[in-house]
């Protein structure tokens, strides 16, 4: 199975359950992997044959931009519908990060896998 990735994609939003979460921008970092299979795309050197990372992540950055959850879950199986339904992504491996959030960590969030992994 190969895979597309992005990698630490930081995007700005009004995320979190507290009441001054909602009046403030808050940085995520998304690391997404997704399941593709990269030889159609190596084959005839095309684009339309890949999955266009640059595609995903303007999708993606408009999406988590104007959405304003409140939980980080929220927005991780939205950007999973939106990879299936749009990007037809077969599987995906997401990591929502929210750094600061917690006092002492670097980071807090989810990571989720979703969908069914291709076997070759
Ligand atoms: N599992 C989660 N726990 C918490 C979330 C969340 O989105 N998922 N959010 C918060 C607050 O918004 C926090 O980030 C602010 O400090 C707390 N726990």
Redesign the pocket.
């Known amino acids: 199975m190969d895979i597309v990735y992005i990698r630490d994609f930081k995007i700005e939003t009004v995320i979190?359950?507290?009441q001054w979460?909602r009046r403030i921008q808050q940085t995520l970092s998304l690391d997404l992997e997704m399941a593709w299979d990269i030889r159609p795309a190596a084959a005839t050197d095309t684009i339309a044959e890949a999955l266009d990372y640059r595609a995903v992540s303007e999708r993606l950055k408009s999406h988590v931009e104007q959405a304003h959850y409140?939980?980080?879950?929220t927005l991780a199986e939205s950007i999973w519908q939106i990879l299936r339904e749009e990007f037809s992504v077969p599987w995906c491996r997401l990591r929502v990060s929210?750094p600061g959030?917690?006092r002492g960590a670097k980071d807090v969030g989810?990571l989720i896998e979703r969908g069914v992994k291709p076997a070759q």
């Open positions: 979190g359950m507290f979460e409140q939980l980080v879950e929210k959030a917690v989810v």
